[in-house]
């Protein structure tokens, strides 16, 4: 008889055992999937806001500015514009920040606020920053970030 309760005992305090480590790797992977989710989002917003900057600038200037040029990401005061009448359209002012902000990081990228210079987006080099054409004027941006890098099934380069 006490051989029959001893294996309950260790059926039942396995059962509780393995019940807990389940919960526990759930808790974890819901864990990870919210900070990826949050990172898809500060990416998206931040893309969102870039846009939307460009595309006053260009209303006021007639002219995208050039991100890609050397200190810019850091300090967006090197992109003040100065009208013939002498007047003063900063993009930094327009877009409210003074620096291009970083594309979050995580195992596939690091974070970056590197800006580069292309016309194909689907050929971006996927490390982290943002991908600008600049050269044909369009004022088009996207991340440069590979497919799906934050599970959510986006694909940065259409984005």
Same mark, same amino acid.
């Given at each position: 008889?006490?051989?029959?309760? %001893?294996?309950?005992?260790?059926?039942?305090?396995?059962?509780?055992?393995?019940?807990?480590?389940? #919960?526990?790797?759930?808790?974890?992977?819901?864990?990870? %999937?919210?900070?990826?989710?949050?990172?898809?989002?500060?990416?998206?917003?931040?893309?969102?806001?870039?846009? #939307?900057?460009?595309?006053?600038?260009?209303?006021?200037?007639?002219?995208?500015?050039?991100?890609?040029?050397?200190?810019?990401?850091?300090?967006?005061?090197?992109? %003040?514009?100065?009208?013939?009448?002498?007047?003063?359209?900063?993009?930094?002012?327009?877009?409210?920040?003074?620096?291009?902000?970083?594309?979050?990081?995580?195992?596939?990228?690091?974070?970056?606020?590197?800006?580069?210079?292309? %016309?194909?987006?689907?050929?971006?080099?996927?490390?982290?920053?943002?991908?600008?054409?600049?050269?044909? *004027?369009?004022?088009?941006? *996207?991340?440069?970030?590979?497919?799906?890098?934050?599970?959510?099934?986006?694909?940065?380069?259409? *984005?």
């Amino acid at each position: 008889m006490k051989k029959n309760i %001893d294996w309950k005992v260790m059926l039942g305090t396995g059962t509780v055992i393995l019940g807990i480590a389940v #919960i526990i790797l759930i808790g974890i992977y819901n864990i990870n %999937d919210l900070k990826e989710a949050r990172r898809a989002e500060a990416t998206l917003k931040n893309l969102r806001e870039l846009r #939307i900057a460009l595309e006053k600038y260009y209303t006021l200037t007639k002219d995208y500015p050039d991100l890609t040029k050397e200190g810019v990401k850091d300090n967006l005061k090197l992109l %003040d514009f100065k009208t013939p009448a002498g007047e003063i359209i900063s993009f930094a002012e327009i877009y409210g920040r003074n620096s291009i902000p970083k594309t979050p990081e995580n195992e596939r990228v690091n974070s970056s606020n590197e800006i580069y210079n292309t %016309d194909d987006f689907r050929n971006g080099t996927n490390i982290g920053g943002w991908n600008y054409d600049y050269s044909g *004027h369009t004022g088009e941006i *996207h991340a440069n970030l590979p497919f799906n890098v934050f599970s959510q099934n986006m694909n940065w380069c259409e *984005h």
